[in-house]
Structure formats: C-alpha cells, structure tokens
C-alpha cells in the first residue's frame, strides 16, 4: 500500500495526495511488487533496494551515500499465534532521499506511526526531515515501552496464576515472554548503535530547536533497554520456579487423590468380604443388617480419612 502526505509549515492540516511532490512523505506498508517499481521509477530507485529494506531479519543500521540516508530501526509489533498474543521486531526503514522526499517503508503496520497519518504529532512537518526523523525514533521509543508495560501485566497476571496452576499452557506463556523479551532487549541495543550514529550529526542534520527531543528518544531508549533486562531476569527466575511449582501442585493433586481412592475403597472391601458364600450366622437374617455394615463402613472411613489428614495426606 502507497500513502502520500504532505504538511508544510503554512498548512494547517496533513494532506494527503496522489502524486510524490518535493517535501512530501511516502509511507509504503507491505508494498506489493507492482507498487514497489512504481515507487523505484517515480524516485529513480532500484527495486531491489526496497525489496532489501522489507526483509523481517533485516538489521538496524545507518547507510549514507551523497543524496540519500537510509535509516532501518527495529519496531515492535503483537500478533496471534496459537491462541496467545505474541511479539516480534520487524524492521522500519526512512529514507531521505536528495532532500527532497522522505520515505518509510515496512512490512508491517505499526500503531505509533497512525499518530502521524492522523496528524496528531506536535510541530510534524514532512517537510523538515531531520525533525520528522527525530520524532520517529522517539516514538518508537515511546513504543518500546508501552510494550515493555504490557508484558509486565502479562508477567503480574501469570505470577497470579502460577501458585495454583498444574498446565504446561502458562508455562508456555512464559517461556513466549521470554522470548518477546529477547527480541526486545536485542532490537533496543541495535537501536542504541543507530542512535548513536545519528548523534555524531554524519547522517542527519541536528539542529539546536530538535536536541531535546532527540535527547529525549536516547533516553527513552536507555530505559527501555534497562527495563527489558531488569523484566527478563525477574521473567528467568519465575520460569525455574514455574516448573517446580506445576511439579509441587501437581504431585498434591496425585496426593489428594491416592488419599480419597484409599478412602473409597474400604466400603468396597466391606462388601467384597461380606458378599462372599460364607455362612454369617444370625447377621445374616438380622433386619438391620444392611444398615449396621453402611454405618461400619462410613465410621471406618471416617477413621482413615481423619489419620490420613493429620499425616498430610489427604
């Protein structure tokens, strides 16, 4: 999908437009093959520099050459799988291209980026690319920790759970935390490099009005790479201690359970032994015969439930 916005510093509002005009956006979305040559020819680019860029293990880095700066950013992003919510990183690549155009292309639709198309971003011009670049990336960071956030509840809600649980499903669900959290900590750090680049001012021009905000996307940054560390150590440790508290809860249900089978089965032993074709005299012909053996075998019961539960066995 292909969307062109402009806003200069006279509008009042983003447009949005059909044709690629100098000082406009283009935000390419899982482009398909037809769009990407379109893109190439009208910016006189080769397709194989955009089919590059959207490849998911592409890595966060900084190119340079005399009219374009490509900058690629890992952002993260929720999906389904298996019943679960799951995170991933994908790659997002700008372009800056002859000072003219600036260009983002994923694979991926990323929320943060609705803020922009939606024109909700504070003094966002598309035609001041260094600031349009800066508010990018502290976005992205701003993003980063919003996740960071919801996979903490994540983590709360299954701690919840874990001193009751005997399934192999909310282990699983750590263990895709944990995951999500390497994937975090690993982007962020690649992210901290390309940041770090851009800082050095070789890539972009940083001027005096955006040092702020791009002081503020290297420190959200940093504490998101501090927070995605500190939530996988506590993540590692509740996992070891996961598994030993299935195998504890598990081995009181097997418990609970051997104890009330031992219980159940005296008044079945009663009848076995008193069903069998001997002669029992005058209990035999005894009216309150059945009733005397269902009270013997229920105080009998009693008896062995109450020992088995002083011994912690039922």
Same mark, same amino acid.
């Given at each position: 999908?292909?969307?062109?916005?402009?806003?200069?510093?006279?509008?009042?509002?983003?447009?949005?437009?059909?044709?690629?005009?100098?000082?406009?956006?283009?935000?390419?979305?899982?482009?398909?093959?037809?769009?990407?040559?379109?893109?190439?020819?009208?910016?006189?680019?080769?397709?194989?520099?955009?089919?590059? /860029?959207?490849?998911?293990?592409?890595?966060?880095?900084?190119?340079?050459?005399?009219? #374009?700066?490509?900058?690629?950013?890992?952002?993260?992003?929720?999906? +389904?799988?298996?019943?679960?919510? #799951?995170?991933?990183?994908?790659?997002?690549?700008?372009?800056?291209?002859?000072?003219?155009? *600036?260009?983002? /292309?994923?694979?991926?639709?990323?929320?943060?980026?609705?803020?922009?198309?939606?024109?909700?971003?504070?003094?966002?011009?598309?035609?001041?690319?260094?600031?349009?670049?800066? #508010?990018?990336?502290?976005?992205?960071?701003?993003?980063?920790?919003?996740?960071?956030?919801?996979?903490?509840?994540?983590?709360?809600?299954?701690?919840?759970?874990?001193?009751?649980?005997?399934?192999?499903?909310?282990?699983?669900?750590?263990?895709?935390?944990?995951?999500?959290?390497?994937?975090?900590?690993? $982007?962020?750090?690649?992210?901290? *490099?390309?940041?770090?680049?851009?800082?050095?001012?070789?890539?972009?021009?940083?001027?005096?009005?955006?040092?702020?905000?791009?002081?503020?996307?290297?420190?959200?940054?940093?504490?998101?790479?501090? +927070?995605?560390?500190?939530?996988?150590?506590?993540? $590692? $440790?509740?996992?070891?201690?996961?598994?030993?508290?299935?195998?504890?809860?598990?081995?009181?249900?097997?418990?609970?359970?051997?104890?009330?089978?031992?219980?159940?089965?005296?008044?079945?032993?009663?009848?076995?032994?008193?069903?069998?074709?001997?002669?029992?005299?005058?209990?035999?012909?005894?009216?309150?015969?059945?009733?005397?053996?269902?009270?013997?075998?229920?105080?009998? $019961?009693?008896?062995?439930?109450? *020992?088995?539960?002083?011994?912690? +066995?039922?």
């Amino acid at each position: 999908m292909i969307q062109i916005y402009r806003k200069l510093m006279t509008d009042d509002h983003l447009f949005t437009q059909k044709e690629i005009t100098v000082g406009s956006w283009i935000h390419l979305t899982a482009p398909t093959e037809q769009e990407i040559c379109e893109v190439s020819k009208k910016l006189d680019l080769e397709p194989d520099f955009f089919i590059r /860029i959207l490849d998911d293990e592409e890595q966060p880095r900084v190119d340079t050459e005399e009219n #374009q700066q490509l900058i690629i950013i890992d952002v993260p992003k929720r999906y +389904m799988r298996h019943g679960q919510s #799951q995170v991933k990183t994908y790659p997002l690549g700008i372009l800056l291209l002859r000072d003219q155009y *600036v260009v983002t /292309i994923s694979n991926k639709e990323f929320e943060f980026m609705q803020l922009f198309q939606e024109d909700k971003v504070k003094e966002f011009y598309t035609d001041h690319k260094s600031r349009f670049v800066i #508010q990018i990336l502290y976005q992205v960071a701003t993003y980063y920790l919003k996740g960071l956030k919801l996979i903490n509840q994540d983590i709360e809600a299954t701690e919840d759970l874990m001193f009751t649980s005997t399934s192999n499903r909310d282990l699983a669900k750590m263990l895709s935390l944990e995951k999500a959290l390497v994937y975090f900590s690993t $982007s962020l750090r690649e992210n901290a *490099v390309v940041l770090e680049k851009i800082s050095k001012g070789n890539v972009i021009p940083l001027f005096q009005e955006d040092a702020d905000l791009f002081d503020d996307a290297i420190i959200e940054n940093s504490q998101g790479i501090e +927070m995605a560390n500190l939530y996988r150590e506590i993540l $590692s $440790s509740m996992t070891d201690s996961f598994a030993t508290v299935i195998s504890n809860n598990l081995n009181g249900v097997m418990k609970f359970l051997t104890g009330i089978t031992i219980v159940i089965s005296i008044p079945t032993m009663v009848a076995s032994f008193l069903g069998m074709n001997v002669p029992l005299g005058s209990f035999q012909s005894n009216p309150f015969s059945f009733w005397i053996l269902i009270c013997i075998s229920i105080l009998v $019961s009693l008896i062995v439930a109450f *020992v088995l539960r002083k011994k912690n +066995m039922l």
